[in-house]
């Protein structure tokens, strides 16, 4: 089975620090993901990324960056935590290739104080 | 944009019958289809997916899909209150996969 790996499942840090999520999968997937999920509106990606140093945006890109040094870890970068930016955040990894379903670790609930 | 939409519910259905959840999406050239299962406070399972039109079975789960109506469907035999879960239905858009809100359905025992 692929294990997707997030470094925390509850972190809280202050507005204005930088915050690191991590995320490792041990399947060596070509692709991941960062979501961020809230009541009502669902899973929104943030970014997303196809190969290793390779990013792309997704639909709230913004107050956010990723890196992506190496192929089983994707990092979720908070340049400058604010409020609105508490949430549940979930990553996720697939094969290279069409049609593949997405699997995910087991999120990271972040609060902003 | 890209879009699926669900019905948020909650849906409540008695235990032992059929729960019917429901999809639409607004890209005709959407291939794939899945259908995930979330636990409150746990991450998305994923537990049928379906390429083409027509009814796929897996145990008491059927996807159903009608490309011509951008339609999907999961409906849910005999319904246990393990089952009592939030669904999303997610819809492949080129690399990106698109997520549905969810239903929240109740089992009830």
């Known amino acids: 089975d692929v294990k997707v790996t997030q470094s925390s499942r509850y972190l809280v840090k202050r507005t204005g620090e930088k915050v690191f999520l991590e995320c490792v999968q041990d399947?060596?997937?070509?692709?991941m993901f960062w979501y961020r999920q809230d009541p009502g509106l669902g899973l929104r990606l943030i970014y997303f990324s196809y190969d290793v140093k390779m990013k792309e945006k997704g639909d709230i890109p913004e107050g956010y960056s990723v890196s992506r040094e190496k192929k089983e870890r994707f990092s979720l970068i908070l340049e400058s935590a604010s409020t609105n930016q508490t949430s549940m955040y979930l990553c996720?990894?697939?094969?290279?290739?069409?049609?593949?379903?997405?699997?995910f670790g087991d999120g990271t609930r972040l609060s902003i104080l | 944009q890209k879009e699926v939409e669900q019905n948020s519910g909650p849906l409540s259905v008695p235990e032992g019958a059929i729960a019917s959840l429901n999809c639409t999406y607004s890209d005709r050239g959407s291939q794939s289809f899945f259908w995930y299962r979330q636990y409150s406070g746990k991450s998305p399972e994923l537990i049928m997916f379906?390429?083409?039109?027509g009814d796929k079975e897996d145990g008491r789960f059927t996807a159903q899909l009608n490309k011509a109506s951008q339609y999907v469907s999961l409906l849910i035999r005999d319904s246990q209150p393990s089952d009592s879960a939030t669904y999303l239905c997610?819809?492949?858009?080129?690399?990106?996969?698109?997520f549905g809100a969810g239903t929240r359905l109740f089992v009830k025992a």
């Open positions: 997610a819809v492949e858009g080129g690399f990106k996969t698109i």
């Open positions: 399947m060596d997937h070509e692709n």
């Open positions: 379906i390429y083409s039109n």
């Open positions: 996720a990894s697939t094969p290279g290739g069409a049609n593949q379903p997405q699997h």
